[in-house]
T-cell receptor, first 111, second 113 residues
């Protein structure tokens, strides 16, 4: 069964304290891995997509990496405005193309 | 410029009273999705349309229906809402095929009294 697991469930950081979020997956035939940011009461906002092991993408303080079994979202010197839930999703082919989401990591950055 | 628009943002209904949520898109994407998301949980796919072809998830209750009258619009109908249906409902769109990014609307928060 296709599965996506994110860890930790919640993370509290001091402003400037770098860390990494993990997304591990077991799927049959990964087509793409996607990172989203979700603020409370809002829809997920697209951040990155990664397609093959070894690929990396960067945007401001965020950097996403991909291996054959997991992806990391590295947050460098976070600011309070980075506080949100970060969701990971994988695209698989199951009849049609579908996206399977993890439960997310709730990040809180303290000033 | 909103690309996936959901209305209303907040919906309150009574137990058993039918409710319809709407989604429109300006991206001209082939695929439209409806997800249910409860607090601290992953978005759960209810169904999706590939053009006019409807694809229902096996565990989506019969209480949930959907319509896609044209490329731009998609509706989620909940025929007899129960207390357990209170959730955030997310609409998303994507292009067809592999490697396409899903874009989400802001969601509709449904409360059932």
């Amino acid at each position: 069964e296709d599965q996506v697991t994110q860890s930790p469930e919640a993370l509290r950081l001091q402003e400037g304290e770098s860390s990494s979020l993990n997304c591990s997956y077991t799927v049959s035939g990964l087509r793409g891995l996607f990172w989203y940011r979700q603020d409370p009461g809002k829809g997920p906002e697209f951040l990155f997509t990664l397609y093959s092991a070894g690929e990396e993408k960067e945007k401001e303080r965020l950097k996403a990496t991909l291996t054959k079994k997991e992806s990391f979202l590295h947050i460098t010197a976070p600011k309070p405005e980075d506080s949100a839930t970060y969701l990971c999703a994988v695209q698989v082919l199951s009849g049609t193309y579908k996206y399977i989401f993890g439960t997310g990591t709730r990040l809180k950055v303290l000033a | 410029d909103a690309m996936v628009i959901q209305n209303p943002r907040y919906q309150v209904t009574q137990f058993g009273k039918p409710v319809t949520l709407s989604c429109s898109q300006t991206l001209n994407h082939n695929v439209m999705y409806w997800y249910q998301q409860k607090s601290s949980q992953a978005p759960k796919l209810l169904f999706h349309y590939y053009d006019k072809d409807f694809n229902n998830e096996a565990d989506t209750p019969d209480n949930f229906q959907s319509r896609r009258p044209n490329t731009s619009f998609c509706f989620l109908d909940i025929r007899s809402p129960g207390l357990g249906d209170a959730a955030m409902y997310l609409c998303a769109t994507s292009g067809a095929g592999a490697k396409n990014i899903q874009y989400f609307g802001a969601g509709t928060r449904l409360s059932v009294l």
